[in-house]
């Protein structure tokens, strides 16, 4: 009986130190001056940290839902499927330059994009303001 309990002492802490981690890591994501964003197979942003938001004058609760494509013209999203997706497809990542649009239209976001592929299918998407 104390090899069981000894034994769910050791799990236990291990719990509380992985939760500990957890939660250091969503916050280092959380107040990176980067924007960070993670998409699933269809491109629908499923997580975002609020600098990858503001970048392009929405909030997270804005975008988190929606297809990564109302950030980019049709020339542009084109431009993606045919160039971009490719590149990640062979190599799992893709690193460059994009100019996206804001929420206000008027205004274009030209950013550093870092795409690297999950095992899931979704993305990654690491980016800055080049301004």
Known sequence: MSS???DISELL???ESLTDFNHSLVEAINTSHEGIAILDKDGIYTYM???HAKMFGYTADEMIGKSWTIL???SDIEWFNETVFTVIDKEGRWSGEATAISKDTNKLVNQA???TSLTNGGLICTCRNKK
Do not use: A, G, R, T
């Open 72 to 74: 980019y013209s049709e």
């Open 113 to 115: 994009v870092y795409l």
């Open 49 to 51: 940290n609020d600098s």
């Open 4 to 6: 069981n309990i000894k």
């Open 13 to 15: 802490c291990k719990l």
